[in-house]
């Protein structure tokens, strides 16, 4: 996995929960010293919680600066996932205690964030430090939320879905409706679904 540029302070950026039906999208930004070095720091999505969890807590503690950020169901309704992901990268990047020299992005869309230039990587998350670490950190504190709104929300199995469209998922949405943490814009019941109740 590549670091950042020999002297230049670069911030890694990346999202999670873009896909789910249900729950804020979560995006992180991270800015990680020249000499970091982390066995087993890879794309979260091919992590198990238990080595996330493990991972978040090395990066917060080595990390130069980190900031975590969301955009609500509401504001992906109305301004699409794609611009809400990169609408919660630009909050993180804004929380950041050391501004970055440059922004590294997961993927292939992004806005200007000021006058910082940025650069994205399709697959980041698998090739740069830094946003492996943003992905990490993203995830962990999106399912973090994810399992408190379970509490008030039990029907949806979101402790265990997280909010992505799993049958179960689907299946309480069209027994039970929707609530407030629903993406109205998104197809939140299959067709099937539909036919078999």
Known sequence: ????????????CDEAGR???????FAAAVILPHNFHCDGL??????SEKE???????????????AVEACSPAEIDEINILWASVK?????????????EHILVDGNRFRPFGNIFHTCVIKGDA????????????????????QQLHKAHPA??????KGYPTKAHREAISQYGIT??????????????????
């Open 88 to 100: 919660a990268m630009h909050r993180a990047l804004a929380h950041l205690a050391i501004p970055p």
């Open 180 to 197: 407030p943490h629903h993406r109205k814009s998104f197809r939140l019941i299959e067709p099937q679904l539909i036919l078999d109740f």
């Open 1 to 12: 996995m590549i670091c950042m540029e020999p002297g230049r302070l670069e911030a890694g």
């Open 156 to 161: 949806y199995d979101w402790h265990r879905n």
């Open 127 to 146: 090739k740069y430090r830094s946003i492996a670490a943003a992905s990490i950190l993203a995830k962990t504190y999106r399912d973090e939320y994810m």
């Open 42 to 47: 890879n794309d979260s999505k091919q992590l």
């Open 19 to 25: 896909g789910c039906l249900a729950g804020p999208v």
């Open 52 to 66: 996330r969890a493990k991972l978040r807590i090395i990066i917060e503690k080595k990390a130069l600066c980190y």
